[in-house]
């Protein structure tokens, strides 16, 4: 018989949005137990079998039947002779989920049939005929009177026979069924529910919750009050535009609006001019109409607006937002102003129930595929050679993104396209005219054959305005691009192209910048129309085009002033920088210092390609857009770009990828196995810009040096430059028979980076990046020193080594090409191993080892295998083994008989004392929280104040105290409760280490001194103090278990998205989770196969001393 699906009498549809008080007083003491369940984001289809027989219909009536063949399959081999299921069918592409739109996209589409992507989730069954028996489900035929909790139990039956999936997850079989799980809620419990309903509609795909009664019945009318829906929601203030009449009298709905902020363009249908209630004329943007209501209001009234749904739409440079059911929650009388188009983006995007409509660009993935060794038609999918064609369809799949195989005949046809194999093979003029006439708006092209043979193709697919051609080497750079282009909207931010120039051939002062054409290079930015200016001016940092300037303004300098350049940045209002310069090597260096991104180039083409295409590179820097290769290579009418992966490794130098033209989108696989330590302190270490291995030569070995307890980094090498290795604790001795250069860079370390940059800046004749020992000895004594000792390596024999050193090894890696004064590679590598066994025989405590895979295409020796067999014989073991950013390796031997260590940072099951302290200055206030480990103190400062809450500036460690103890609620956001993080958002920021003294410090520090202002004194209070256990301990994660007089418990620090700015990216946050369960024997951990370092539980005692010791 005809019936409509059941939906809730009562849902957000109608405008309420229940709180868990709303939700326990709807259901009536018989409606328990109540079953909870995600509420899918999917199309509501209707599943009918008879026999062999299958229909399927969604919610109003349209059959779908033809759209599911798998799933048809499935159902018509479940073993029962009728059935009708009740679902929700969504679309997944790995752990991308579908939006409804695309899913019912894709049902009324024409065309042939594709469900790879689909699973069903049946959450009721209606009717049943031929089930099997069960002792204990004895039913047949209309099911619709039973309650839902017997509805329930037959369907897990069902579920049973045809060995369904059941998961509120990302499902992980497809096409398929899927059972609802249910999440029981016994009684009336507000705790157990609200923990329920924030477990469920934070799940993946999820928009909410549906509650039903686990007796209730499925009336065939289409409603019951039995159901609630529980929809995610926010709401936001709007002002009434207009009142608009209904056919009730007494019952109006509304019209209303936000205000529009600087930079959006809405189009002139979506806004109004509208007086406010203060007189103020202003121009609002319309959101919406709300649901009827008895409220009566006037235009310019400030309401309170409830939706579950926010739209943001963005075409040709227009930008506006629409609320989807939006409900009048409340009246604001004395709010005079209505939120922004800002607020609203913000609110939405932080409830997740943000949606970006009708803005995406075509965009394809497309490959050529070779069709050899096929004597019949087959679908395309299935013409390869080897595997590659195959893994880029599956990876593409996977993601969620569109892609073609190229045929000369059909133009971008789909994977399951059957054709003959004659129709796949293109020539490079099919695949230039296919992908012309295609009709997208951007091609990422993947071709994994990187040969000079393709370059004229790439050069030629990358000249194409419509569509634009992305070049892809590796399948992880598909993702990115394809993210990239279909987020961008709108226009592009500021970019501004810089080159640098000298006024020493001008005539005259006085005159625009642009006619210092001394240097042809200005000559041919002046004419390209792009916007441009110059570099390395001493006085006003950067001068655009047409500025009018005296000669010495443009004299070129090294260094920078940092701070001049930010700020004047910040005038100009621009987002990112394009370089050209006419060579990579030094200018790389200076432009570490802008607060913006930066690309190089020495190719006009490469500019304005850049220029064009910021929205793919200025987003983050995790990826450097960089061309290298001589001028005439690359001529300026052939743009040439090229993208590297290379994860946190920022300005390790440029990397070239091709001498010739072409346009690549290049991404070599993260480096993986570098300790995660190392990444997360990048910005702390110096090294050489210009020369990307230095990163492995400097920072990792200076890290494991300090984990082995050693107080001197010894480094042998027969030439050796790289920068000052800055650490407090750690002392360089290297031997060369040549002399180190010292570069210096932005990331010196904590602080003293501008002082050092003035110093070189201001010191005359002090104008190249690499600066003497001697003279920075004399300049810069805070400094740590370097000790040099000028012999040769080859004969020395290390007398002043001893047996607590950590020493690293850097010897020149040398080819088939022998050195100049060597007659033959071996005689080479036998004089290392002499040299080594003469260091090994001192005995050090441990010796680093940088060993280079290949150079220039062949083995560079000394290999692991020249002097392995000497460690082995002299007592030494591999104890770590890394890839290195040069394309090397990296061998840690430690003497076996020494204890190695490498436990990352704090983790070792031992109690640390720790100290939290309130320290005020005047009216601010923030904790200290500082821990013992070793013999320092590490620690975090944390932002806990509640803004405005001290009113009278503390000065007195009496009146810090009195605050503590009858205000503290009112002053700190800390509490020993139980909180998420965005609750409270104390963020949190890294200390440097400190002596021990800290840990006692409590009373009044006088202004001027450590710990206090020019005019307000410091006062440390101390609020807390007992001993603390390290958990799981990661670079972006620490935990720990406090075990103190007012905190205790499992606490977290981790780093997060920054919710408030762009700018940094991640921001570390404390909280003391809800979940107290450690995290090595957490379900996360689990999946992530993490472990802590051997002989180390990250347990509390408490519950290490519960584990048997057996």
């Not at 070599?668 to 050489?688: C, M, S, T």
Request: charged content about 25%; hydrophobic content about 40%; proline content about 7%.
């Amino acid at each position: 018989r005809f019936f409509y699906p059941l939906k809730a009498v009562r849902g957000y549809h109608e405008g309420e949005v229940y709180s868990i008080d709303q939700i326990l007083s709807w259901f009536r003491e018989q409606d328990y137990p109540l079953y909870i369940q995600k509420k899918y984001d999917g199309l509501r289809v209707i599943w009918m079998k008879k026999g062999d027989k299958v229909i399927a219909r969604t919610d109003d009536g349209y059959d779908c039947t033809d759209r599911f063949p798998t799933l048809v399959e499935q159902l018509k081999r479940l073993p029962v002779e009728a059935i009708t299921l009740d679902s929700e069918v969504e679309g997944w592409s790995g752990e991308h989920h579908w939006g409804r739109e695309e899913t019912s996209g894709y049902v009324h589409e024409k065309g042939p049939a594709d469900d790879r992507h689909f699973v069903a989730n049946v959450f009721d069954i209606l009717y049943v005929e031929g089930l099997p028996k069960h002792h204990e489900l004895d039913v047949e035929g209309d099911l619709h009177e039973l309650p839902y909790e017997t509805r329930y139990r037959i369907l897990e039956y069902v579920a049973s026979l045809g060995k369904w999936e059941s998961t509120a997850e990302v499902p992980k079989r497809l096409p398929g069924f899927n059972l609802v799980p249910n999440f029981v809620l016994d009684k009336p419990d507000a705790k157990k529910l609200q923990k329920i309903l924030d477990e469920v509609k934070n799940l993946p795909g999820s928009e909410g919750a549906m509650i039903k009664s686990s007796k209730g019945t499925y009336p065939l009318t289409g409603l019951t009050r039995t159901w609630l829906k529980f929809k995610k929601a926010a709401d936001v203030h709007a002002v009434v535009v207009e009142r608009l009449p209904t056919k009730t009298p007494g019952v109006y709905r509304y019209r209303v609006g936000l205000l529009i902020p600087p930079g959006w363009d809405v189009p002139k249908d979506k806004r109004t001019s509208l007086k406010l209630k203060n007189g103020q004329e202003v121009e609002v943007a319309v959101i919406g109409k709300t649901f009827n209501t008895k409220e009566k209001l006037e235009p310019g009234d400030i309401v309170t607006v409830l939706f579950h749904t926010a739209f943001l739409y963005e075409r040709n440079g227009k930008r506006w937002m629409t609320a989807y059911e939006p409900k009048l929650y409340e009246v604001r009388p004395s709010q005079v102003l209505p939120d922004t188009l800002d607020d609203f983006l913000r609110v939405a995007r932080a409830a997740g129930i943000l949606q970006v409509k009708h803005a995406r660009p075509r965009v394809v993935a497309v490959t050529v595929c070779s069709p050899e060794h096929a004597s019949k038609p087959l679908p395309a999918r299935r013409f390869y050679r080897g595997e590659k064609v195959q893994r880029f369809i599956e990876f593409c799949e996977k993601h969620g993104i569109p892609c073609r195989i190229l045929s000369p005949k059909y133009g971008l046809v789909s994977p399951n396209k059957t054709v003959e194999p004659y129709d796949l093979k293109p020539t490079e003029n099919d695949i230039i005219r296919v992908l012309r006439d295609s009709g997208f708006d951007y091609v990422i092209f993947y071709d994994p054959q990187k040969t000079k043979q393709r370059i004229p193709l790439h050069a030629a697919l990358i000249s194409l305005r419509k569509p634009r051609v992305y070049i892809v080497y590796h399948l992880d750079a598909i993702p990115f691009v394809y993210e990239r282009l279909t987020s961008f909207r709108g226009s592009l931010p500021p970019v501004l192209v810089l080159t640098y120039c000298s006024g020493k051939k001008a005539t005259h002062e006085g005159t625009p910048a642009e006619i210092w054409a001394g240097v042809e290079r200005i000559q041919r930015l002046a004419e390209s129309g792009l916007p441009w200016g110059v570099f390395h001016a001493p006085e006003k940092g950067i001068i655009l085009a047409n500025e009018r300037v005296r000669v010495r303004d443009t004299e070129t300098s090294t260094w920078f002033d940092g701070f001049m350049l930010r700020k004047r940045l910040k005038e100009l209002g621009v987002k990112g920088i394009v370089a050209y310069v006419e060579h990579l090597s030094g200018m790389v260096t200076g432009f570490r210092f802008l607060p913006v991104p930066v690309e190089f180039t020495t190719n006009l083409g490469v500019a304005k390609l850049l220029v064009e295409n910021h929205h793919l590179w200025a987003r983050d820097r995790q990826w450097d857009l960089i061309y290298e290769g001589p001028a005439d290579n690359a001529p300026d009418y052939v743009p040439a770009v090229a993208v590297m992966w290379r994860e946190k490794f920022r300005g390790l130098g440029p990397i070239t990828v091709l001498s010739a033209p072409a346009a690549v989108v290049y991404a070599n696989k993260p480096v993986r196995g570098l300790a995660q330590y190392i990444f997360d302190n990048l910005e702390r270490i110096p090294y050489h810009s210009t020369k990307y291995n230095e990163l492995t030569k400097v920072l990792i070995p200076a890290w494991l040096a300090k984990q082995l307890g050693a107080r001197e980094l010894k480094i042998v090498g027969y030439t050796w430059y790289g920068p000052a290795i800055i650490e407090p604790d750690l002392k360089v001795v290297a031997y060369s028979n040549e002399k180190i250069t010292v570069g210096l860079y932005k990331y010196l370390t904590q602080g003293i980076g501008e002082d050092v940059l003035k110093l070189v800046a201001q010191e005359e004749g002090a104008n190249n990046v690499d600066v003497e020992v001697q003279w920075l000895r004399e300049h810069m004594p805070r400094l740590r020193n370097i000790e040099l000792r000028q012999v040769d390596p080859l004969t020395y024999e290390f007398e002043d080594i001893t047996s607590d050193d950590v020493v690293m090894v850097d010897m020149p890696k040398i080819t088939s090409r022998p050195l100049h004064y060597l007659q033959d590679i071996d005689e080479y590598v036998e004089q290392n191993r002499m040299m080594l066994r003469r260091l090994l025989s001192r005995r050090p405590r441990a010796v680093i080892h940088l060993f280079s895979i290949v150079a220039k295409g062949k083995v560079a020796r000394p290999t692991v295998q020249d002097v392995k067999p000497i460690y082995d014989q002299s007592g030494y073991e591999v104890c770590l083994r890394m890839v290195t950013a040069g394309g090397g390796m990296l061998y840690l031997f430690v003497r076996k008989d020494v204890p190695a260590e490498l436990a990352l940072q704090w983790m070792d099951d031992k109690p640390h004392t720790y100290v939290m302290q309130h320290h005020y200055r005047g009216r601010s206030m923030h904790t200290d929280l500082r821990v013992r480990v070793g013999n320092k103190l590490i620690g975090w400062t944390l932002n806990d104040q509640k803004a405005g809450a001290i009113k009278e500036d503390v000065d007195t460690l009496q009146e810090a105290k009195r605050l503590e103890r009858e205000h503290w609620n009112d002053i700190s956001k800390l509490t020993n409760k139980t909180f998420d993080y965005w609750s409270n958002r104390i963020m949190v920021e890294p200390k440097a280490p400190e002596p021990l003294e800290w840990l006692d410090v409590e009373g009044v520090v006088p202004p001027g001194e450590v710990g206090a202002t020019k005019e307000h004194e410091g006062v440390f209070s101390i609020i807390d103090r007992g001993e603390l256990y390290f958990g799981a301990v990661k670079p972006y994660f620490v935990e720990m278990f406090l075990h103190g007089k007012r905190f205790t418990g499992r606490w977290l620090i981790r780093k997060l998205p920054n919710p408030w700015a762009e700018h940094p990216a991640f921001v570390w946050f404390i909280w003391k989770p809800k979940d107290q369960m450690p995290y090595v024997l957490s379900k996360r951990a689990v999946e992530k196969k993490w472990l802590p370092p051997k002989g180390v539980s990250a347990l509390p005692p408490e519950i290490r001393e519960q584990i048997p010791k057996q």
